[in-house]
Each structure stands twice: as C-alpha cells, then as structure tokens.
T-cell receptor, first 114, second 113 residues
C-alpha cells in the first residue's frame, strides 16, 4: 500500500551541528506535506509545510526540501540545539477523495548531545 | 490565542465501557480531525469533520464515532472499549478542510484496563 516512510529511525548529533531528517513517500498524487515535532507526552507540533508545486521552503532554522522525481522529503535543522531533541514525523496529504487526511510516517528520533 | 484544547488529558477505563473525548479547535478553524497514536508509532487517521459534516473516515471499527457541533468543537466516542484501544488520541484543527496547516492538541491519554 502507499505510505510515507522514513529512512532513519534514529539520529544523534552534537549541539551546533546541522541535522537532516529524511522521508520517502510513495504516492505521486500527494500534494501537501507537513513536518511535525513531537516531544514526549505532547501532541505533534507543526514545524513547516510545503506544497507539491514547490521544491524548497525555509522557516526559522528549518528548511524543507521536496524532490518529486524520487518522492523524497527532507527536513534540515540548522545549528541543532538540545531543545530540538524529539521525534520528527513527516505527513502527507493526498488531496482529492482523501480530503484533509494526513498519513504519517514512522518517525525519526533526534537526539542532540550538548 | 488558545491552541487546540482537548479534555480530559488522561483517562482510565475498563474493558467494555464507553468513552467520550472532547476537542475545541483553534478559534476560526472549521475542520477537526481525530487521530489515534499507539506508543512508538505515528498518528493514525480516524475521522475528519469540516463544517459539521464527516469528510473522511479511517480504517477503524464502527465502535468509533464522532461528531462536530455548530461551534466547531468535536467529540470522539468509543464504545465497547478493548485493551487495544489504549493510546494517545489526538485532535487536530485546521482553517479549511485540506491543504492548510493542521495544528494538534496535547492529546488524551486513554488507558483501558
């Protein structure tokens, strides 16, 4: 079946390094993607989104890249901080009859060491 | 501005019982979606409501039902609880039904014993 998946389940970095979290999706009809950060015991926190008509979008310390050719999505975090430690999920919306349904990937655990 | 609020935050129920979870979306948001998140996994879509109409249903049994009220708040009901229903239940609100940012509440942690 079609799904969103992550290449790396865990990622450990040193404080100040840049982090890259990857996500693969299989449905070429997906037209909207969101990255979420989830800390223990909390709900997912919206980080950044991107639509399929874009290749790149930047936020504060974060950049999302979309490669539709290989159906790949990545989240780049600049100057990673200990507070960035969390589970990161990518989610896709297929639009059409799927309406607003978001399909989430498994998640990547990011650990930032001081 | 208040974010998405869910109640209760924690709940313990016995197998076979019924539970009602509540969600208040961000002011001005017309869409509410419900997700179930089992430990160690990503959230799984249960329902979406937009303008008080059901717009999507995930692969969950009929024991799960929901509704949206005129003020756009929503309830998720689960009947005949099973141990496997233990999870974090998340509510997300968005301005429109699709293609716009979806913001999540803190969730309701349901434990079925």
């Amino acid at each position: 079946g079609e799904s969103v998946g992550l290449h790396l389940p865990t990622l450990s970095v040193q404080e100040g390094d840049n982090s890259i979290i990857n996500c693969a999706y299989s449905n070429s009809a997906s037209d909207y993607f969101i990255w979420y950060k989830q800390e223990s015991g909390k709900g997912p926190q919206f980080i950044i989104d991107i639509r399929s008509n874009m290749d790149k979008r930047q936020g504060q310390r974060v950049t999302v890249l979309l490669n539709k050719t290989v159906k790949h999505l990545s989240l780049q975090i600049a100057a990673t901080q200990p507070g960035d430690s969390a589970v990161y999920f990518c989610a896709e919306n297929k639009g059409g009859t799927s309406y607003g349904k978001l399909t989430f990937g498994q998640g990547t655990i990011l650990t930032v060491h001081p | 501005d208040a974010g998405v609020t869910q109640s209760p935050t924690h709940l313990i129920k016995t197998r076979g019982q019924h539970v009602t979870l509540r969600c208040s979306p961000i002011s001005g948001h017309k869409s509410v979606s419900w997700y179930q998140q089992v430990l160690g996994q990503g959230p799984q879509f249960i329902f979406q409501y937009y303008e008080k109409e059901e717009r999507g249903r995930g692969n969950f049994p009929d024991r799960f039902s929901a509704r949206q009220f005129p003020n756009y708040s929503s309830e998720l009901n689960v009947n005949a609880l099973l141990l496997g229903d233990s999870a974090l239940y998340l509510c997300a609100s968005s301005l429109e039904g699709q293609g716009t940012e979806a913001f999540f509440g803190q969730g309701t942690r349901l434990t079925v014993v």
